[in-house]
């Protein structure tokens, strides 16, 4: 597999798709029934995408070791819902009831939802 395809972190399986990013930020949702690729979209992440893939309540999150994060809605159409910055990190982000934990290169983060 050429560099350029390299999937360093995990992929989720939400309903009925897994979604997964390679480490130049091509992301794709595959069905998990026949494994055809549903559809895929180069994100800007400017980065490396080390972390997996997470899914929490009714949305997916993919993020890069430049601090950037993309929310999605899941579903067999791309459909982003939001776009986050904190600072550089490589590490998968935590889900615990309706918080966020993110350790970053300086800091550790706790988001919770208000």
């Not at 989720?12 to 055809?36: E, R």
């Not at 910055?85 to 490589?90: A, H, P, Q, V, Y």
Request: proline share 4%; charged share 25%.
């Amino acid at each position: 597999t050429p560099a350029k395809d390299r999937y360093y972190g995990s992929a989720v399986f939400y309903d009925g798709l897994l979604y997964a990013v390679n480490q130049q930020g091509m992301l794709s949702a595959i069905d998990a029934q026949d494994g055809k690729v549903v559809w895929e979209k180069k994100l800007e992440l400017k980065g490396t995408c080390y972390p997996s893939v997470a899914a929490a309540g009714k949305f997916i999150y993919i993020s890069s070791d430049s601090g950037k994060t993309t929310v999605l809605e899941p579903g067999r159409e791309f459909k982003q819902v939001a776009e986050n910055t904190l600072e550089l990190f490589r590490a998968s982000p935590v889900f615990e009831g309706h918080r966020l934990y993110l350790r970053a290169y300086k800091n550790m983060y706790c988001i919770e939802k208000k």
